[in-house]
Structure formats: structure tokens, C-alpha cells
């Protein structure tokens, strides 16, 4: 989903770094062989991921919800020489598109895979302290996502939470579960003085958040 007009979205695309031929094939084979594909981060969203994580140069990432790899092949790119990503997939039968999508470039060796749910997960990382935080799953819990990590992200660290304008649903009336949860953590967010937030129109809004 995107909130852009589509010939404005392609003047964009068509204005920033060109995406990488590995990220092409992963565009392509999301679409082909996966249900929902358009949960794939895509050219634009992806080289600001790509941006965002080589101005920090983390040296390690969390990321809730792996989908088939694309964002986190992005995120991986700002990694330091020693870092890590840590990537959280609930759905075992992406492991084999996995694996061959993360072997098909030269970061696949700083990325951990675990599969799981991430409550359960984020629990275990008891020594782990992340630079780059990005929220990226079921919806409903991203408020829940959000206070867990927390107190694991450094200072000056970013939290980056997808999908937080909801095809347009939290400006709007409707009033079903998911739109509720993401009009609340908006909400919860914007007066939280802990971090400093901005929302971007990026597809479905991205909001990236720097803690204090």
C-alpha cells in the first residue's frame, strides 16, 4: 500500500539510488510465489532503510517481522565490520526463500535468523543492546513491540515502525482493531517525551523515532 500518488512514487524511485540487482530478485520472486506480496518494503522504503542504518552504522539491529528478507538486507548494509542483525520471522516456511535470499548477497553472514514469536524471542536477548530497532509485524502489538524493546535500544539509537498511516485509516473514521492499535500507538507516541518522532510518507507511513 501506498499513500503517494503512483507517478509521484515513481518519480522518487526514479530520483534516489538505483535498487540493487539482488533486491531485484527478491522483488520479483516475493511477487510471484508469496501471498501479500505488497508487505515486501520495496525500492523506495528499502534505500531509506539502507540510508538511515549507514548514517548510524550500527553494530547491531533488531528487526520484528523478516517477511522475505528484503528490508533486512537493506538495514544490513550500514552494518559495522563486526555487526549483527537480528531478524525475527513467525512463519517457518519463508526459511529455505530465507536462506537463498540472504546467501545471494555479501551481508548474509552478518544476519541472525530466528524464527518464533517475537515476545518470546526479545526476552531471551538479555546481554543484546541495539542501535537500530525496526518494528515490521502484526500490527496490533507494535505498542507492545515498542515498550518491550525499549530499554534495549542505546541513546541516540532509532526505532523505525511501518505501516503507521494504515492506508489512510488513522486520519480517518474507521474504527476496526488494527486501525485502533495504530491510531493509539501514534497517539501514545507523539507525547512520549523519552524520544523524538517524525512520521514519513513513505507507502504505508514510516515513523522513525531517535531516543534520548
Given at each position: 500500500m501506498e499513500i503517494l500518488?503512483?507517478?509521484?512514487?515513481?518519480?522518487?524511485?526514479?530520483?534516489?539510488?538505483?535498487?540493487?540487482?539482488?533486491?531485484?530478485?527478491?522483488?520479483?520472486?516475493?511477487?510471484?510465489?508469496?501471498?501479500?506480496?505488497?508487505?515486501?518494503?520495496?525500492?523506495?522504503?528499502?534505500?531509506?532503510?539502507?540510508?538511515?542504518?549507514?548514517?548510524?552504522?550500527?553494530?547491531?539491529?533488531?528487526?520484528?517481522?523478516?517477511?522475505?528478507?528484503?528490508?533486512?538486507?537493506c538495514l544490513a548494509e550500514g552494518l559495522t565490520d563486526d555487526g549483527l542483525i537480528h531478524t525475527i520471522e513467525v512463519n517457518h516456511e519463508f526459511e529455505p526463500m530465507l536462506i537463498q535470499h540472504f546467501k545471494s548477497t555479501n551481508v548474509d553472514k552478518k544476519i541472525r535468523l530466528h524464527f518464533g514469536l517475537a515476545?518470546?524471542?526479545?526476552?531471551?536477548?538479555?546481554?543484546?543492546?541495539?542501535?537500530?530497532?525496526?518494528?515490521?509485524?502484526d500490527k496490533k502489538n507494535n505498542l507492545h513491540y515498542f515498550q518491550l524493546i525499549f530499554d534495549k535500544v542505546r541513546s541516540g539509537g532509532l526505532i523505525i515502525i511501518d505501516n503507521v498511516l494504515w492506508k489512510g485509516k488513522?486520519?480517518?473514521?474507521?474504527?476496526?482493531?488494527?486501525?485502533?492499535?495504530?491510531?493509539?500507538?501514534?497517539?501514545?507516541?507523539?507525547?512520549?517525551?523519552?524520544?523524538?518522532?517524525?512520521?514519513?510518507?513513505?507507502?504505508?507511513?514510516?515513523m522513525v523515532i531517535r531516543k534520548k
Open positions: 500518488p503512483h507517478d509521484l512514487q515513481l518519480y522518487l524511485e526514479d530520483h534516489c539510488d538505483p535498487e540493487p540487482p539482488e533486491l531485484q530478485k527478491i522483488n520479483r520472486e516475493t511477487y510471484l510465489k508469496v501471498l501479500q506480496p505488497h508487505m515486501l518494503s520495496g525500492h523506495y522504503q528499502g534505500r531509506l532503510l539502507s540510508m538511515l542504518s549507514k548514517m548510524i552504522q550500527p553494530r547491531r539491529i533488531l528487526e520484528i517481522g523478516t517477511f522475505t528478507g528484503y528490508a533486512t538486507i515476545e518470546q524471542i526479545i526476552v531471551q536477548m538479555t546481554e543484546e543492546n541495539f542501535d537500530i530497532v525496526f518494528i515490521d509485524a488513522v486520519y480517518g473514521t474507521e474504527n476496526d482493531v488494527d486501525t485502533r492499535s495504530i491510531r493509539e500507538l501514534n497517539d501514545r507516541l507523539a507525547v512520549d517525551t523519552r524520544v523524538e518522532k517524525l512520521i514519513l510518507p513513505v507507502r504505508d507511513g514510516v
